[in-house]
């Protein structure tokens, strides 16, 4: 019996000609901007094997990641759920380079899993990543070219920024054990306060850190006022205040050279287990409260493939975005023609395209839009009428 609708699994969607051509335009654009930056283009492969592709920082993908069997060889293969692990392979496998390389990419993804409030489980993934510099210049560069990507796609957007090693260095300092740790980054992930109320009270009365994460959950809101206020950590560790100063350095920046809104958060441990430092996103401004684009520093990637670099960079799933962006101006200049079997009208059309013009030829019976430009034989000429 047949179907009178086809349905896509949970997740996957079909884009219909409009929305197809809007998400490759803004491709486009976004694409262009990263050329304009110096960030030059790889297309990894969209399968490869799960040993590569899983590898490292890479691990926690794995519930996320489709896998078969490879015909040609037996060995386990998965299909990409984040293209960051590729391109870092690149960069410590094939370009081999110490130097700074600053490579952009993008490409479909997929997840095993759906989730509505993230989007497909097949995103357009697009991106730009900077290895071989560990200071806070290159990360002022991504951050940078991540605000250029919101202007690109027509958004106003407010900056969240926030920093894992805050932390990370304060859990050190207290001494907690791994199961201390994993129960605090699971608290501050739910920004359940309650709850971490009462984890200081059993993990830390004695402590002589205590009233450091008092304070910690605190110190979020307006970027200024978050790195003003941010005194009451400084002090405790060289490492803890080598991090605040490097939020106090990019929030000095950006707000001298950009508009937008900032907004810093020092409990803020998205991605724990993979950033190493700063950490970044871009939220509609008035929009919906998920992010359009994030990303951060994630040091020592490539360490798997032989080579360890410092690396931060940002992505966005250029298929979510497609709901917040306006539709592009339409500048393209159509004309219409009969089909007909015409040599010279074929080099005129081809003409026409050359031109920028879009030529939709009309078969036979059909009928050209009222007031629309076509071509018209004139003369033994074919002429725009």
């Known amino acids: 019996m047949q179907q009178s609708t086809w349905f896509t699994p949970e997740g996957l969607e079909d884009l219909l000609p409009s929305q197809a051509q809007k998400l490759e335009y803004y491709r486009r654009q976004l694409l262009d901007g990263f050329h304009l930056s110096g960030f030059e283009l790889v297309l990894p492969p969209i399968a490869e094997f799960t040993d590569a592709l899983l590898t490292g920082t890479a691990r926690h993908m794995a519930v996320d990641t489709c896998r078969f069997t490879d015909q040609e060889s037996g060995r386990m293969m998965g299909v990409r759920a984040d293209m960051t692990p590729q391109v870092a392979r690149i960069v410590s496998n094939r370009l081999k380079s110490q130097d700074i390389s600053k490579l952009c990419y993008v490409g479909e993804v997929l997840k095993t899993r759906n989730n509505k409030a993230k989007g497909s489980r097949s995103p357009l993934q697009i991106g730009a990543e900077i290895f071989g510099h560990d200071g806070i210049d290159s990360d002022i560069e991504i951050i940078e070219l991540m605000l250029e990507t919101m202007t690109r796609l027509g958004l106003e957007t407010k900056l969240s920024l926030g920093h894992v090693g805050v932390v990370d260095e304060l859990a050190a300092l207290a001494g907690l054990s791994k199961d201390q740790i994993k129960e605090l980054i699971d608290i501050l992930e739910r920004k359940a306060l309650p709850e971490y109320s009462d984890y200081i009270t059993e993990n830390l009365a004695d402590s002589d850190y205590k009233a450091a994460f008092e304070s910690l959950i605190t110190l979020c809101g307006d970027a200024q006022e978050v790195v003003t206020n941010s005194t009451s950590l400084q002090g405790l560790s060289s490492n803890l205040d080598k991090a605040l100063n490097h939020l106090a350095q990019m ?132 002429v725009l009428s």
Request: glycine residues 8%; hydrophobic residues 40%; charged residues 25%.
């Open 251 to 382: 929030v000095e920046h950006l707000r001298a050279t950009h508009a937008c809104e900032i907004h810093l958060d020092l409990a803020d441990i998205r991605g724990y287990q993979y950033h190493t430092g700063i950490i970044f996103a871009t939220y509609a401004k008035n929009g919906p409260l998920y992010h359009i684009a994030k990303g951060g520093r994630y040091d020592d990637i490539g360490s798997e493939f032989g080579l360890a670099l410092p690396a931060t960079g940002f992505s966005l799933d250029l298929r979510m975005a497609l709901d917040l962006i306006e539709d592009p101006e339409q500048h393209e200049k159509v004309v219409y023609v009969r089909s007909v079997s015409d040599a010279d009208l074929a080099a005129k059309i081809a003409e026409l395209k050359a031109q920028g013009y879009q030529v939709i030829k009309v078969y036979a019976g059909g009928e050209i839009p009222a007031d629309a430009a076509q071509l018209q034989k004139n003369d033994n000429q074919w």
